[in-house]
T-cell receptor, first 114, second 115 residues
Framework: KNQVEQSPQSLIILEGKNCTLQ??????????LRWYKQDTGRGPVSLTI?????NTKSNGRYTATLDADTKQSSLHITASQLSDSASYIC?????????????FGKGTHLIIQP | DAGVIQSPRHEVTEMGQEVTLRCKPI?????LFWYRQTMMRGLELLIY????????DSGMPEDRFSAKMPNASFSTLKIQPSEPRDSAVYFC?????????????FGPGTRLLVL
């Protein structure tokens, strides 16, 4: 069964510090992996998308890595800001890209404290 | 562009009542998705339309749930009769491509509470 596991479930860090969120998946065959940011009371917004051949992708202070061999991804946030407080959801697409190949993690709830 | 529009934003109803959630996707997007989000289960895909045709409804929990897309700019998700366990946030999302693997643009969600 396809699964996406995210860790930690929740994280609290001080403003200005860095942090790394983890995503492990068992989806096979693999098509791509996305990280979404979901602010409280809003819908998720795409941060990055990574395909099999990509190891690293950055979007401002967000850097995602992918190791397709170990089926692990991480999202690193540099110099955190209060606006980074949100849930971060890892989504893995498999097979031919159909909806049945979409597997969602439950997210990591990140709180940035001043 | 206004993005994906959902209505109502909040809905409180009593058990047994019919609930209809509405969604207007981004103009030009070919695919539309309905999701349910709870603390326990996270995001769950309920149903997926491509060019107004339901492609995958395997996530619809039971016959009480139904979804329609009569045209490219409108979709509804109906729950009849509603139950307290249906309480959740329901999201609609659309993509410009025909594949579920495309980047999805989410609406603000409808927060449903069934008493």
């Amino acid at each position: 069964k396809n699964q996406v596991e995210q860790s930690p479930q929740s994280l609290i860090i001080l403003e200005g510090k860095n942090c790394t969120l983890q995503c492990n998946y068992t989806v096979s065959p693999f098509s791509n992996l996305r990280w979404y940011k979901q602010d409280t009371g809003r819908g998720p917004v795409s941060l990055t998308i990574m395909t099999f051949s990509e190891n690293t992708k950055s979007n401002g202070r967000y850097t995602a890595t992918l190791d397709a061999d170990t089926k692990q991804s991480s999202l690193h946030i540099t110099a955190s800001q209060l606006s980074d407080s949100a849930s971060y959801i890892c989504v893995v697409s498999g097979s031919g890209g159909g909806a049945d190949g979409l597997t969602f993690g439950k997210g990591t709830h990140l709180i940035i404290q001043p | 562009d206004a993005g994906v529009i959902q209505s109502p934003r909040h809905e409180v109803t009593e058990m047994g009542q019919e609930v209809t959630l509405r969604c207007k996707p981004i103009s030009g997007h070919n695919s539309l998705f309905w999701y349910r989000q709870t603390m326990m289960r996270g995001l769950e895909l309920l149903i997926y339309f491509n060019n107004n045709v339901p492609i995958d409804d395997s996530g619809m929990p039971e016959d009480r749930f139904s979804a329609k897309m009569p045209n490219a700019s409108f979709s509804t998700l109906k729950i009849q009769p509603s139950e307290p366990r249906d309480s959740a946030v329901y999201f609609c999302a659309s993509t410009p491509s025909g594949l579920a693997a495309g980047t999805q643009y989410f609406g603000p969600g409808t927060r449903l509470l069934v008493l």
